[in-house]
T-cell receptor
Framework: EAGVVQSPRYKIIEKKQPVAFWCNPISGHNTLYWYLQNLGQGPELLIRYENEEAVDDSQLPKDRFSAERLKGVDSTLKIQPAELGDSAVYLC?????????????FGPGTRLTVL | DAKTTQPPSMDCAEGRAANLPCNHSTISGNEYVYWYRQIHSQGPQYIIHGLKNNETNEMASLIITEDRKSSTLILPHATLRDTAVYYCISHNQGGKLIFGQGTELSVKP
């Protein structure tokens, strides 16, 4: 079974430029998460989707960050414009659903460097 | 989700058992104990979880005290590839995982 797929794995951009990250969850997983991981810290949730609906986006900086999951499968996270402080690893995770066995499985992450 | 406390670092000799402790004294009755690990430059990897009973899978064993205020993750025969940051998380299934600082385990030859 394929795991969570993310692309690109690495991205280097200049500040004020836009950037987008893509995630394809495990097949059949209805819940999708985007986490942010700063160097030396544990991941922190940015947004959680149940199918197409964003059910928790309280930690998403909405002035510059946006996300979508149009068909309830893959998802895109965008930053526009990027700032120096956005340099981090962006992790995508998926789980079968909000009840029952809710183990989250993570992708390899996208490492963003903003110059 | 309840807060967990772990030692910042531990060493283990290759081939020996690694016992990683976690304190979760404020855990509530419906919260599970989850363990993940993160090897350098990779995403977190699920290891095991449990509610009340001890659990074992192909990767590790999880021992939860009877009062559920602490637990221990056991890697029975640590290898160099087990060197990673190990996170203990108390979680009520559904919603976000709250990661702490974790324990940096170094397995040495």
């Amino acid at each position: 079974e394929a795991g969570v797929v993310q692309s690109p794995r690495y991205k280097i951009i200049e500040k004020k430029q836009p950037v987008a990250f893509w995630c394809n969850p495990i097949s059949g997983h209805n819940t999708l998460y985007w986490y942010l991981q700063n160097l030396g810290q544990g991941p922190e949730l940015l947004i959680r989707y149940e199918n197409e609906e964003a059910v928790d986006d309280s930690q998403l900086p909405k002035d510059r960050f946006s996300a979508e999951r149009l068909k309830g499968v893959d998802s895109t996270l965008k930053i526009q414009p990027a700032e120096l402080g956005d340099s981090a690893v962006y992790l995508c995770a998926s789980s079968p659903g909000p009840t029952g066995a809710d183990t989250q499985y993570f992708g390899p992450g996208t490492r963003l460097t903003v110059l | 989700d309840a807060k967990t406390t772990q030692p910042p670092s531990m060493d283990c000799a290759e081939g020996r058992a690694a016992n990683l402790p976690c304190n979760h004294s404020t855990i509530s009755g419906n919260e599970y104990v989850y363990w993940y690990r993160q090897i350098h430059s990779q995403g977190p990897q699920y290891i095991i979880h449990g509610l009340k009973n001890n659990e074992t899978n192909e990767m590790a064993s999880l021992i939860i005290t009877e009062d559920r205020k602490s637990s221990t993750l056991i890697l029975p025969h640590a290898t160099l590839r087990d060197t990673a940051v190990y996170y203990c998380i108390s979680h009520n299934q559904g919603g976000k995982l709250i990661f702490g600082q974790g324990t940096e385990l170094s397995v040495k030859p």
